[in-house]
C-alpha cells in the first residue's frame, strides 16, 4: 500500500493555471500506475488522467484534453497535474490515486490507494 498526499489547489480565476502534486510514499514508486480525478460539488468521482509508471502511457478524459497535462518523477516518487485555461466547470476537490499494475485504469474501483484531496476553485 502507498500513501499519498496531493498538494496545490486553492482558487484561481477562469483562464489562470493550477499545478498540483501528489507525492508518494511506503511503496515502489515507479510500480504504480498513477491517476486524477475529480468530484465536483454534490457530483460523483470522475476520471480526469492516467499515467503508466514509466510515463510513456497517458489518457485524458475529454474535457480535459489540451489544457491539462500529467507527468511523473519517479525519483521524487511524485506525480502532477498541470492545469490550464481553467473553466467554472473545473471546480472540484482533485485525488491522486495509485494502482500496482501495468494497465492504465480509468475508473474508480480500479484504485485501490486513494490521497485526501486538494480542493480546486474556479472563479468566472
Known amino acids: 500500500q502507498v500513501q499519498l498526499v496531493e498538494s496545490g489547489g486553492g482558487l484561481v480565476q477562469a483562464g489562470g493555471s493550477l499545478r498540483l502534486s501528489c507525492a508518494a510514499s511506503?511503496?515502489?514508486?515507479?510500480?504504480?500506475?498513477m491517476g486524477w480525478f475529480r468530484q465536483p460539488p454534490g457530483k460523483e468521482r470522475e476520471f480526469v488522467a492516467a499515467i503508466s509508471r514509466s510515463g510513456g502511457r497517458i489518457r485524458y478524459a475529454d474535457s480535459v484534453k489540451g489544457r491539462f497535462t500529467i507527468s511523473r518523477d519517479n525519483a521524487k516518487n511524485t506525480v502532477y497535474l498541470e492545469m490550464n485555461m481553467l473553466k467554472s466547470e473545473d471546480t472540484a476537490v482533485y485525488y491522486c490515486?495509485?494502482?500496482?499494475?501495468?494497465?492504465?485504469?480509468?475508473?474508480?474501483?480500479?484504485?485501490?490507494?486513494w490521497g485526501q484531496g486538494t480542493q480546486v476553485t474556479v472563479s468566472s
Open positions: 511506503g511503496g515502489t514508486f515507479s510500480s504504480y500506475s
Open positions: 490515486a495509485a494502482r500496482f499494475h501495468i494497465l492504465l485504469a480509468v475508473t474508480t474501483q480500479a484504485y485501490p490507494d
